[in-house]
């Protein structure tokens, strides 16, 4: 065959499978993946306020102006400080004086040794919240021994303090996310939500249809009905997979609303080390989640403390 031939062929070859790399519908669906139009998510809330919560305004807040709010915020905030009288109050709750709000949201964050990117998680979040009008606390689930992390395991540790304290919803939420968005409102869905669908790390594009990590709101009775996440996942991955198929084998839909309201910064750090293990507990998933979640949920509380900004539980898993 002439040289010229074989390189018409080579270069058929190339443009044909680039053809079908970028034509495979689970690329298109990744990046225009399907979501709550905008003029439908108030609908889709789940509104409910936190047992033990009352507010004195008169007025009920108004939730049409956040998730039309363009703003797209600024991570600098993560270096400055809160604005003067924010009036949050120990432990980490707040909630607007000015109205009444119809959220109540718990934010549970897992965590260990990244106490600058805590800080000015901290601060941005309160920030962003405040532009919500929704009634929050943060709660911080520090791991104090020193095996692998159990992201999953101080989830539903947190899970179970922001239930006791009365809270309707959770968002589950990583430390080194933030949300970009005002719109992106902090209250759960009827159905649970992955929220972080468009992160920097990820160029903005969800990298597949069944993620269910990073930031997800989920209602409380929903997490009580999935036995809440798997105990088992010590080290990096799985563990968000495996409350995917938890939400599947209960029926339950996930949701998210569009690209543009979801974007996330992520805080660049070293790439934790991936653990093997997490393929074998992964794939007996469906098996355990009756007997592993919440419900063998054991360890030790070493302390609990309410700092100004967010209530810290210690734990000994
Ligand atoms: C996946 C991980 C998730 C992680 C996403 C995004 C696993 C399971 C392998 C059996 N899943 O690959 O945990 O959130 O990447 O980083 O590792």
Redesign the pocket.
Known sequence: MRQANKKKILYCGIVVITLIILLHPDMNARRTYEYIEKENILNNLLEEIAENFSSTALIDCDYEDVIHDETTLSISLVDGDLIEGHKIREGGEYAPSDCKPKYSTAIIVPYRDRAEQLRGFLVYMHTFFHRQHIHYRIFVIEQVDSRPFNRAKLLNIGAVAAMKAGYPCLVLHDVDLLPLKPANLYACTERPRHMSSSINKFRFVL??LN?F??AIAIGSRQYKEINGMSNDYYG??????DLYSRLEAHNLKLCRFEPDTSRYHMFTHRPER?TEP??KV?SFSKDRMSSDGLNSLKYTEVATVLHPLFTHIMVDL
Do not use: A, V
């Not at 990096?236 to 997979?241: A, P």
């Open positions: 990298p597949y993620l990590g990073g990096w991955g799985g563990e968000d997979d991936k997490r393929h992964l």
